[in-house]
């Protein structure tokens, strides 16, 4: 257990359907990050929160929508989606900035059929 | 624009043999450098880091990295692989001062023989 925990571990979802991809942390981290892996594809960052606030979106699809009530989770929602998006969906939190690494959770496993 | 290379793919070695993997990033100002591994199913789980000092950083499992910057390098190693060891390795640069992004290179999966 990493203290970075992602719910659920696996999803499979339509194309029409809307879910939510949550992320909590227990390690009093301010910065959480979602990132997109693919297969044969170098880790894609896909937004940064720091202190609740978003600091970066990085050119994501509108039908990927982040939430960030607290600075303990952190979710994703998910509608409308294309095959080409499943993917792993990993969610990292870290203390400040980039400075001490991230710590990951182990993943939502997402196929979109 | 900071980029991190590992120039191998997939790299296969014997249980208790040593192992290397590269990594090379490119990158204006000093780097903060990062070795994470990946097991099958689960998320990254960070090896070592370097920040600055000593060149030559320890990290768990018994990895080791030496940041060289003459060749903007900073490989991985271990003296004796173990079966446990086969996973998928990633080297990531970040910069303090560009709001906690970090780049990884797009890994590098390690089989071990027995």
Redesign the interface.
């Known amino acids: 257990e990493t203290g970075v925990t992602q719910t659920p571990r696996h999803l499979v979802m339509g194309m029409t359907n809307k879910k939510s991809l949550k992320c909590e942390q227990h390690l009093g981290h301010n910065a959480m990050y979602w990132y997109k892996q693919s297969a044969k594809k170098p880790l894609e960052l896909m937004f940064v929160y720091s202190l609740e606030e978003r600091v970066e979106n990085n050119s994501v699809p509108s039908r990927f929508s982040p939430e960030c009530p607290n600075s303990s989770h952190l979710f994703l929602h998910l509608h409308t989606l294309q095959p080409e998006d499943s993917a792993l969906y990993l969610c990292a939190s870290s203390q400040d900035r980039a400075s001490y690494g991230y710590t990951f959770g182990s993943g939502t496993r997402l196929t979109v059929v | 624009a900071q980029s991190?290379t590992q120039p191998d793919i997939h790299i296969t070695v014997s249980e208790g043999a040593s192992l290397e993997l590269r990594c090379n990033y490119s990158y204006g100002a000093t780097p903060?450098l990062?070795w994470?591994v990946q097991s099958p199913?689960?998320?990254?789980?960070?090896l070592l880091?370097y920040?600055s000092g000593d060149t030559l950083v320890q990290g768990i499992k018994g990895f080791e990295a030496e940041f060289k910057r003459s060749q903007s390098s900073f490989n991985l190693r271990k003296p004796s692989v173990h079966w446990s060891d086969a996973a998928e390795y990633?080297c990531a640069v970040?910069?303090?001062n560009?709001?906690?992004?970090?780049i990884?290179?797009?890994?590098t999966e390690l089989s071990v023989k027995p």
């Open positions: 991190v903060y990062f994470y199913g689960q998320g990254l789980q960070l880091k920040f990633f970040g910069n303090y560009q709001g906690g992004k970090l990884f290179g797009q890994g």
